[in-house]
């Protein structure tokens, strides 16, 4: 994911020109959420992620949403969980 067309424009990570705002959102279901964004931002889902853990990436104009599901403790951050918000 290096670029994306919109309306004629190009939004490309890194950027050309101008600035590009890069968001990471930890989530529960990546697909949901990138169907949520891209239903009521107008958003263009560029990737769905995959099997092996890779994020999804939604582009709405010059921002970039990257998301995914939480991960477990880190050996750095050993007391630390990264966990989405769950639909009850």
Do not use: C
Request: charge should be positive.
């Amino acid at each position: 994911m290096t670029q994306a067309i919109v309306a004629d424009q190009i939004y490309a990570m890194p950027p050309q020109k101008g600035f590009t705002v890069a968001h990471f959102l930890t989530v529960a279901d990546i697909g949901r959420s990138a169907r949520f964004y891209e239903k009521v931002f107008g958003g263009r889902i560029l990737s769905l992620g995959d099997s092996s853990g890779a994020p999804g990436y939604i582009q709405i104009a010059n921002t970039w949403l990257i998301v995914n599901v939480g991960g477990g403790p880190t050996p750095d951050k050993p007391s630390r969980q990264a966990v989405g918000l769950v639909r009850s």
